[in-house]
């Protein structure tokens, strides 16, 4: 057992989940009065675009006065920029007394990292007084440590593909049941644009629970990065195709908590929302993009998007093992000049021989693999893509260091 001296974020991150269930945490819950049931939750679940949703969900939200709780996850900068209130992350001395506070009952319970974040987020919404909190589940939906919410206000599914499937299961209709976990007896369940087997679980889960699924409606993509939904046009500061269908969620879930969604602050706040590590620009000489593509249906949204960049593409690439990685490169090499096969410390990344398609380049060394990819490509377009792990590292180390920045020039 640590000492109390030594309980930080570093022993947070260390600490593993042991699949216990719900049960653990939601017996803390209940012991400090779920906090988490006395304020409006949106609760997120899906395959890709949950970070994005939130954060457009953010920010209109914002742009309405009120104050807004968000808990995502992996973290991009710091582990604490999980749990933000508006645009700020939790400060380091109010983590670690919350970390302090709840020390004895997360070793008594044994919580893992996940389960720790759960708690302090739910709590420090409760003492900040938040108006509304957006809780993105961690895995799946079903058996998340953030499933504990009595009755949200609403929950959105974004969309289902294959991920995460030695826990959720190796077919559609297994990882859409897991997802649709979230929702709760006689609530509102707003979804993307599934499949019809994901649609259809959805739907009887929702229909067990006497809740209502409500559906995305459609929307255009205009050639100058316009979205234009239910009558009103939105610029988006991104040109990454998927991000339309993102922020599309996010209006029609403001629309449901009774947002009028044409106003003029939420067209600003749509058009000035960014989120870090998604098709974001990096460098622009060289062009660097990064994007946390981080399994087959997030790389084939990429590379939809990334037809719309200056050629020639070059691709380094990332990822964990547990993945579909052979199909996440082989899509890359076909939609890219040249594709870059890395890795990088972490026990869950995959090796670059593991990771190697037919013709592309492997090189380890993830430093050395983002400098060979400018010295092959001057004058087109770089994208760093890959594992969420890959890219906070990467993003760090483009951002922060002057040293490597000078000597990608």
Not at 388 to 407: D, G, K, M, P
Request: hydrophobic share 40%; glycine share 6%; net charge neutral.
């Amino acid at each position: 057992m640590a000492n109390r001296e030594s309980i930080n974020e570093e022993w947070v991150m260390s600490r593993r989940n042991l699949n216990h269930g719900l049960s653990p945490l939601q017996t803390i819950l209940e012991s400090i009065g779920n906090p988490q049931n006395t304020y409006r939750c949106i609760h997120v679940a899906g395959t890709n675009g949950k970070g994005s949703t939130c954060n457009y969900l953010k920010d209109i939200l914002v742009s309405q006065g009120y104050k807004v709780g968000m808990f995502t996850s992996p973290h991009l900068m710091t582990h604490r920029d999980r749990i933000r209130i508006n645009d700020s992350y939790i400060s380091e001395d109010a983590f670690h007394a919350y970390l302090m506070k709840y020390y004895d009952v997360i070793v008594e319970k044994q919580l893992g990292m996940f389960e720790i974040d759960t708690l302090i987020a739910f709590q420090w919404f409760f003492d900040e007084k938040v108006d509304y909190a957006i809780i993105e589940t961690g895995l799946g939906g079903r058996l998340d440590s953030t499933n504990l919410i009595a009755r949200p206000e609403l929950c959105i599914i974004t969309s289902i593909g294959f991920d995460h499937m030695a826990f959720l299961g190796t077919r559609i209709e297994q990882i859409a049941y897991e997802k649709a976990g979230i929702i709760q007896s006689y609530t509102r369940c707003l979804i993307g644009h599934l499949s019809e087997k994901a649609r259809k679980v959805i739907s009887y889960h929702a229909y067990r629970k006497h809740a209502r699924v409500i559906s995305l409606e459609s929307y255009g993509i205009r050639n100058n990065g316009v979205l234009e939904y239910n009558h009103t046009e939105y610029s988006l500061s991104t040109i990454a195709l998927y991000q339309f269908h993102n922020a599309a969620l996010a209006l029609k879930a403001a629309q449901l908590l009774g947002v009028a969604i044409q106003q003029k602050n939420v067209k600003e706040a749509v058009e000035h929302s960014q989120w870090r590590g998604r098709f974001e620009t990096i460098s622009k000489d060289p062009l660097i993009i990064i994007d946390g593509a981080h399994n087959e249906q997030g790389i084939r949204a990429l590379c939809e998007s990334m037809k719309q960049l200056p050629s020639p593409v070059t691709c380094v690439f990332s990822a964990l093992k547990d993945k579909q990685v052979h199909e996440m490169a082989g899509l890359l090499k076909r939609n890219c000049e040249t594709l870059i096969i890395t890795e990088f410390q972490n026990e869950r990344a995959d090796t670059a021989e593991d990771l190697y398609v037919k013709d592309a380049i492997i090189e380890k060394d993830y430093k050395k693999a983002i400098s060979k990819a400018k010295q092959i490509n001057c004058n087109g377009s770089i994208v760093i893509t890959g594992s969420l792990y890959f890219i906070s590292i990467v993003r760090n180390l483009l951002i922060h260091s002057e040293t490597f920045n000078e000597n990608l020039q």
